[in-house]
C-alpha cells in the first residue's frame, strides 16, 4: 500500500515544482499594455463636465442603436443598470460600438482614449443604478502560481493554456488574452461578456482574482506589447506548465502501469501465458516491402 501513495507523492511534488511560474518577472516592470482603467477611474474629475462629456460621446457613438437613455433598440440590448464595469470592458476592448450588429465583437483598438472610455462608461452608469462599477485591480501580495492553477482550472478549458484563445462552438471564438489589461481581466471575470460565464466570488475569490491577473498580465506572452517581439518570460512558465502536467500525467501512468501489472501477474496464474516467442519477428519479414525488395 506504500508504494502507490509514494508514487502519487512523488508525482504531486514533481507537478508542483514545475507547475510554479517563476518568480522572477522576465520583462521586470508592467508593460504599458497594463494600462489600468481604474487608475484613470480615479484621477478623471467626477464631476458634471466628464459626465457630460461621456454623455455627448454616447449620443455620437452609442445612441444610434443603443438608444439616447441607452434603453436598448431593435438593433441593440438595453445597457441601462448593466454597470460601468461592462460598458468599460466592451468599449476598452474595443468591441463598441460595433461596425455589423450581429457579429461576434472582436477586439481592436479602441476608437477612444482611456478617459474617453471612462467617461462614457460612467455616464451610462449613471442612467440607472445597479451593476459593478469599474474595479480597482490590487496586487498587493499577489501569488502568479496560484493565478496559473486558477487559470488551468476556470479560463484554459476556452482560452487555452496559453492564453492563445480558441474556437467554442456555435461559431464563437473564446478570444486570446495577449495584451488585456488588469481591469479588463477583472471586469471580464465579474461581469461575464458575451458567452463567457460570470464568476462571483464563491468560484474565484478575490485574491484568487488577482492571483489570475498577476499571471495574466506577466506571465502570457504579449505579442503585441509595445517593445515588440515576444516575451519569452511569458512562455517559459507555460512550458513549465506542460512539463509539470506531463510529471503529474507521467506519474499517473506510472501508477496504472503498477496497478495493471500486479493485476496481469495474478491473471497469469491462470495460464495465459504471454505471446509466442517468434511473434516478434513476423510482421518485418511479412510486409510486401521486403518482398518487392528481394524480387
Ligand atoms: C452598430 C450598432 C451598435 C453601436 C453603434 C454600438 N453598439 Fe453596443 N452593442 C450592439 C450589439 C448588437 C450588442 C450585442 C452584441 C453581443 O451581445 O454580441 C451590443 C452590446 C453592447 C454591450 C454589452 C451589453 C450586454 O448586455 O452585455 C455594451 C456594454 C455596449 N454594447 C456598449 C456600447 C457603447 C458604449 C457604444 C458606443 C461607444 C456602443 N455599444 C455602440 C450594437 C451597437
Ligand atoms: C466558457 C468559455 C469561457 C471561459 C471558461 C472563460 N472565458 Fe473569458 N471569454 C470567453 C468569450 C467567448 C469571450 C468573448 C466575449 C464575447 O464576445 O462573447 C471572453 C472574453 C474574455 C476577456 C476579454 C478579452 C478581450 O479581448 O478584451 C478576458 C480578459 C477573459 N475572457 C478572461 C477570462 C478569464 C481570466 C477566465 C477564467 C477566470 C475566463 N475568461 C474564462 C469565454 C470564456
Redesign the pocket.
Known amino acids: 500500500m506504500a508504494a502507490p501513495a509514494g508514487v502519487v507523492l512523488l508525482a504531486l511534488a514533481l507537478a508542483a515544482v514545475f507547475y510554479a511560474p517563476r518568480q522572477v518577472r522576465a520583462d521586470g516592470a508592467p508593460t504599458a499594455s497594463l494600462r489600468s482603467a481604474a487608475l484613470v477611474d480615479a484621477t478623471l474629475p467626477n464631476n458634471a463636465a466628464a459626465l457630460a462629456e461621456g454623455r455627448t460621446l454616447f449620443d455620437e457613438n452609442c445612441s444610434s442603436c443603443h438608444g439616447t437613455q441607452a434603453q436598448g433598440s431593435a438593433l441593440a440590448p438595453n445597457l441601462r443598470g448593466l454597470g460601468s464595469a461592462t460598458v468599460d470592458l466592451w468599449v476598452s ?1 474595443g ?1 463598441m460600438p460595433l461596425a455589423n450588429p450581429g457579429v ?2 472582436a ?1 481592436k483598438p479602441s476608437h477612444f482614449t482611456p478617459s474617453q472610455t471612462v467617461a462614457i462608461a460612467r455616464y451610462v452608469g449613471s442612467l440607472a443604478p445597479g451593476g459593478l462599477a469599474i474595479p480597482t485591480v490590487d496586487l498587493k501580495g499577489s501569488n502568479p502560481a496560484e493565478g496559473f492553477s486558477v ?1 488551468a482550472l ?2 484554459a ?3 487555452t493554456i496559453t492564453g492563445a484563445g480558441d474556437a ?1 462552438s456555435g461559431g ?4 486570446p ?1 495577449h495584451g ?1 489589461t488588469g481591469t ?2 477583472e471586469e ?2 465579474r461581469t461575464g ?5 460570470r ?1 462571483s466570488t464563491f468560484t ?1 475569490s478575490k485574491a484568487q482574482l488577482a492571483d ?1 491577473v498577476d499571471y ?1 498580465t506577466h506571465y502570457i506572452e504579449h505579442p503585441d506589447s509595445p517593445g515588440g517581439g515576444l516575451t519569452l518570460g511569458g512562455v517559459g512558465p507555460v512550458a513549465e506548465g506542460f512539463v509539470g502536467l506531463f510529471a503529474g500525467v507521467g506519474g499517473c501512468v506510472l501508477i496504472a502501469l503498477w496497478i495493471g501489472d500486479r493485476d496481469e501477474r495474478d491473471g497469469d496464474e491462470g495460464g495465459s501465458g504471454p505471446s509466442h516467442p517468434g511473434h516478434d519477428d513476423g510482421p518485418g519479414t511479412e510486409s510486401p516491402e521486403r518482398e518487392v525488395a528481394h524480387a
Open positions: 476592448s468591441w461576434q465583437p477586439r487559470f476556470n479560463c478549458p476556452c482560452h467554442l464563437i471564438a473564446a478570444p488574452l488585456v479588463q481581466i471580464a471575470i461578456p458575451g458567452n463567457m460565464p464568476f474565484v489570475v495574466v
